[in-house]
């Protein structure tokens, strides 16, 4: 971290960083207790001057996996949103890797969370695996609620790039040893 804090122009803006990245830290700690499996850090400067950083917008994106009852793809992504209290904008989609449906939701954290007071834009990507048993729950957040829309782009434009295909190719489910199918 040390290059990147030298590389702020000044020392308010170091600072800021600073409690910026303090913040992150303490809602990734919440976040891996929840099942979370990947998480990446956005840091950039607002150049709309409506984001409420002083200049810095801070995202938080993650990919967490979930269980669910079987269902048929699409039925499960409906029902992703369906039983979920409190999201809003809600929205069915046919992507390259099948149905999804996104959501928002805006939560304000409460003091003994340590979490900052601010509201928190969360915007839910909910993609149903071909297996019919687990969902992908891509997630961005963050305290810049005045550009949810900018945002809401930025996450399907993420969910449209995902893939369930293994990198390694067939899986052992779909496959025996020698290759062939079962």
Partial sequence: ??????????????????????????????????????CS????????GQGDGGGVLLSLF?????????????????RAVASAEGHTHIDYAELPCGPATFSETVRTPTLESGLPGRPLLQIHAHLPHPDGT???????STTAVV?????????RQMAELVSFDDPFGQTSREHD?????R
């Fill in 134 to 140: 687990s969902l992908a729950l891509l997630t961005l």
């Fill in 147 to 155: 550009l949810r829309e900018s945002y809401r782009l930025v996450l």
């Fill in 62 to 78: 993650t990919i967490a996996w979930m269980g669910t009852a079987w269902g048929p793809r699409g039925v499960t992504a409906a």
């Fill in 177 to 181: 040893e020698d290759g062939g199918p």
């Fill in 41 to 48: 850090l956005g840091l950039h400067r607002d150049d709309t």
């Fill in 1 to 38: 971290m040390e290059p990147l804090l030298a590389s702020a122009p000044d020392d308010g803006i170091r600072r800021q960083f600073a409690a910026n990245l303090a913040d992150v830290l303490r809602m990734f700690h919440v976040l891996s207790r929840e099942g979370m499996v990947h």
